[in-house]
């Protein structure tokens, strides 16, 4: 009995085809190199050992950092649009700085809770919480400014104000009187100003311009609070 023929054509009786038949008559020239070593090249070492600081001393590392915190203080002493403070922002400034302000403001008296001065929690509690409600301010309003960036800059502007409150304790020195509290006015009131426009330079881009006066406001509302407790100190 003659069997049927199997139709070449015919889909269902095909003999499937291995998933790699075709890879045997692949022949390989002598030429291509089939061989190599992986490895990261000299000059991308050299970066990388440059860039990395765990080899570095701890001498070093002090110095370069203390090196940026005094280039960002030069920024803010002569405030100007700059990406510096944003790029490469840090809070051991603003941390030195709220210290600074701080114990500066404390009272010389034993029993200081009782003199209506502020304290060093209070005056820490007050910069940090308002900076961090500034931010989050700036936050709502749609800027494209990080968190830590702007506190950043908020702590880095309280430079001019701190230095106020330097000269008023050497003028609190001499004999108080009408002359003594004009030179202390003017003196914060100069210092107030520097800190809103150095703030405001390196914030104000990072703002829909529709809504700065509404990111400005608080940042004003928080140097003036410093500066009203820098002014009414007396030792």
């Not at 009786?13 to 075709?22: C, E, I, K, N, Q």
């Not at 509690?125 to 749609?142: C, D, P, Y």
């Not at 004999?175 to 003196?187: A, D, K, S, T």
């Amino acid at each position: 009995m003659a069997e049927a023929a199997e139709s070449p054509g015919d889909p269902g009786t095909a003999t499937p085809r291995p998933l790699f038949a075709g890879l045997s008559d692949i022949s390989i020239s002598q030429d291509i190199p089939v061989e190599g070593e992986i490895t990261i090249p000299m000059r991308s070492r050299i970066r990388e050992f440059d860039s990395s600081t765990l080899n570095e001393s701890v001498q070093n590392t002090i110095m370069r950092d203390l090196k940026a915190v005094g280039k960002k203080f030069m920024h803010v002493l002569y405030p100007r649009k700059s990406n510096t403070l944003l790029r490469d922002w840090d809070l051991w400034g603003p941390l030195i700085l709220c210290v600074t302000l701080a114990l500066m403001l404390q009272r010389g008296s034993v029993d200081s809770e009782k003199d209506g001065g502020p304290q060093f929690a209070e005056v820490f509690v007050i910069v940090w919480f308002g900076a961090v409600t500034i931010t989050l301010n700036s936050k709502l309003l749609g800027g494209n400014i990080s968190f830590f960036q702007s506190l950043c800059v908020l702590g880095y502007c309280i430079l001019p104000l701190t230095v106020a409150m330097l000269v008023c304790r050497l003028v609190l020195l001499a004999e108080q009187g009408p002359i003594n509290f004009m030179v202390r006015l003017f003196v914060v009131i100069l210092m107030f100003a520097w800190s809103i426009v150095a703030s405001t330079a390196f914030l104000a881009d990072s703002q829909p311009p529709n809504r700065k006066a509404l990111a400005v406001y608080p940042v004003f509302l928080f140097y003036f609070v410093i500066s009203w407790m820098i002014l009414t100190f007396t030792p």
